[in-house]
Nanobody, 126 residues
């Protein structure tokens, strides 16, 4: 089982990035997938989540209207389009799968998700 996040980088405030999360080793379209982030000295927080078939999604208040999550089940990939980036978006971004299949995105509690990999670093300069 693997989830590989990519697409991070250095961008100026107001800029944009598109993160990708490539999955393998499990039945991808059975699981909700979420993006989390962890800034320097901060706890990991949920950013966005998309249901297993892509029919519903949720966003943290801090990113609503700026970030958009999407998934392509044929490619086993989830995307996070991040627009109007702010310095406070600076963090390492991780993707994670819900531990239990076919559950909705109704919680960002980290214990409900399985994480893999080192994440991808996003730095937004002011």
């Amino acid at each position: 089982v693997q989830l590989q996040a990519s697409g991070g980088g250095l961008v100026q405030s107001g800029g944009y990035l598109r993160l990708s999360c490539a999955a393998s080793g499990f039945t991808f379209d059975d699981y909700a997938i979420a993006w989390f982030r962890q800034g320097p000295g901060e706890e990991r927080e949920g950013v966005s989540c998309i249901s297993s078939r892509g029919g519903s999604s949720t966003y943290a208040d801090s990113v609503k209207g700026r970030f958009t999550i999407a998934r392509d089940n044929a490619k086993k990939t989830v995307y996070l389009q991040m627009n109007s980036l702010k310095p406070e978006d600076t963090a390492v971004y991780y993707c994670a799968k819900r531990r239990v299949p076919r559950l909705a995105c109704n919680s960002y509690h980290v214990s409900f998700y399985q994480f893999w990999g080192q994440g991808t670093e996003v730095t937004v300069s002011s």
